[in-house]
T-cell receptor
Framework: NAGVTQTPKFRVLKTGQSMTLLCAQDMNHEYMYWYRQDPGMGLRLIHYSVGEGTTAKGEVPDGYNVSRLKKQNFLLGLESAAPSQTSVYFC????????????FGPGTRLLVL | ELKVEQNPLFLSMQEGKNYTIYCNYSTTSDRLYWYRQDPGKSLESLFVLLSNGAVKQEGRLMASLDTKARLSTLHITAAVHDLSATYFCAVDPPGLSFGAGTTVTVRA
């Protein structure tokens, strides 16, 4: 049981390049989330999904797109990377239980030059 | 807009003493979460508080929730070095709104 995994762990991009971050969970969770964490700040929600085929915007969605084609995967795309998107990206998942916490992946460190 | 405020943002603790971290949030929320993050690591769930008056304890950490005051506290009893980390509170739904975190350092 791997929990929540993220690919890649680290990536350097040039301004204007595109990339996709992959999140996978093996806990059969319905809900999945993408957050970003900047130095000295808490996490901010980018997009989330409440089930396969659904997505919704969070607090800071601009410049990102997401897809949830399979229940276990949640993809975060950057179409044209900007230096302001330099951050650590965390994926999380949770079940529908009211008492459930969110389980976080190990994070992807992204540097945009 | 939901706002979550933690204080203090930095806490230097002496081993063996007790301390409290405060978490205020601006709108009604049924659930409050506490997480721990070690440097360069992911977030580890500590507590989920579901109702007014809820109190949970794990080792030297105890968390409580007052939904009427929109306040949660994380109390640390007899601090030890292993508790050095950044502690976040968060509220939902949907998705979590996080406080800025409290960076805790425990000194001998």
């Amino acid at each position: 049981n791997a929990g929540v995994t993220q690919t890649p762990k680290f990536r350097v991009l040039k301004t204007g390049q595109s990339m996709t971050l992959l999140c996978a969970q093996d806990m059969n969770h319905e809900y999945m989330y993408w957050y970003r964490q900047d130095p000295g700040m808490g996490l901010r929600l980018i997009h989330y999904s409440v089930g396969e085929g659904t997505t919704a915007k969070g607090e800071v969605p601009d410049g990102y797109n997401v897809s949830r084609l399979k229940k276990q995967n949640f993809l975060l795309g950057l179409e044209s990377a900007a230096p302001s998107q330099t951050s650590v990206y965390f994926c999380a998942s949770s079940s529908t239980g009211y008492w459930e916490t969110q389980y976080f992946g190990p994070g992807t460190r992204l540097l945009v030059l | 807009e939901l706002k979550v405020e933690q204080n203090p943002l930095f806490l230097s603790m002496q081993e063996g003493k007790n301390y409290t971290i405060y978490c205020n949030y601006s709108t009604t929320s049924d659930r409050l979460y506490w997480y721990r993050q070690d440097p360069g690591k992911s977030l580890e769930s500590l507590f989920v508080l579901l109702s007014n008056g809820a109190v949970k304890q794990e080792g030297r950490l105890m968390a409580s929730l007052d939904t009427k005051a929109r306040l949660s506290t994380l109390h640390i009893t007899a601090a030890v070095h292993d508790l050095s980390a950044t502690y976040f509170c968060a509220v939902d739904p949907p998705g979590l709104s996080f406080g800025a975190g409290t960076t805790v350092t425990v000194r001998a």
